[in-house]
Each structure stands twice: as C-alpha cells, then as structure tokens.
C-alpha cells in the first residue's frame, strides 16, 4: 500500500499549463499507471500530441474548452466529460473558456512527463504531433 502526500507531489508547468503528478514514476512504486490533475487557464493550451506506447484517459473536472485531435479535428469538452485515447491516438486541449479547466488523466502504462514540461511548446504549433512526445 502506497500514500502519496501532497508534499511529494511535483507541479509542472509550462505555457498557462499545470501539471500535478498525483502518482508518477518518481513518487510511486506503481509499474501500471500515472495519475495528474492539469489546471489549463483560459486562452493557453497542451499542444497536440501523440503517446506512442501508452493509452490516456481524461476526465473533465471544471470549465469547459476544444480537444485538438488529429490533424485539424476539434471536439467540445467540458465538466463532466470523459475522453480515452488510445496508444498513437493524437490529442491536446486549449481552453477556449473564461475560467481555468481542470481535468484528472489516467495514464497507463506510466510516463513521467517532467520532459514534456521542460521542452517549447510555442514551437509544436497547431497541426501535428510527435508520436513519441509525452505530455499531459
């Protein structure tokens, strides 16, 4: 049996987009799942992006903006949503709300994503992905 406590877990940030890795490599013994909590505030967004050997699953908590998937393909997502995506399947979020977005993501097998934070999301732009880029 495993507690995290909140001191133990890490927030990532980067362009308008906190990240905090509620059950991740680096604070759990778990081999089967990364858990975190992304607060995206309004007008910012996790650029598309692809997890080449893992599935993903978001649940919208608050607020309400567009997944960017495939291409140029948007899809309305708000409170209460609940959206999976599978391994290769590409995926991002800008909140085009007033008020933060908040959803809880559910990663499996487990990433640690503290590079994904550290690299320039400005220069990833709208219409593609990496497939092997790894963010949340």
Not at 51 to 80: D, I, Y
Not at 82 to 92: L, P, Q, S, T
Not at 115 to 124: G, H, I, M, P, T
Request: proline fraction near 5%; charge should be negative.
């Amino acid at each position: 049996m495993e507690i995290i406590r909140k001191a133990d877990v890490a927030s990532l940030s980067n362009g308008g987009v906190t990240s905090e890795q509620l059950l991740f490599p680096e604070n759990s013994e778990s081999r089967r799942v990364t858990i975190t909590r992304v607060t995206v505030v309004p007008g910012s967004k996790n650029p598309r992006h692809a997890h080449a050997a893992s599935e993903q699953v978001w649940v919208a908590l608050r607020g309400s903006g567009v997944l960017l998937l495939g291409g140029t393909a948007t899809a309305p997502f708000a409170e209460g949503d609940i959206a999976r995506f599978a391994e290769g399947d590409v995926h991002g979020f800008e909140n085009t709300g007033s008020a933060e977005f908040v959803y809880l993501s559910v990663t499996s097998p487990p990433i640690n994503f503290r590079a994904a934070y550290s690299a320039d999301w400005r220069s990833k732009g709208d219409g593609g992905a990496e497939p092997s880029s790894e963010k949340t």
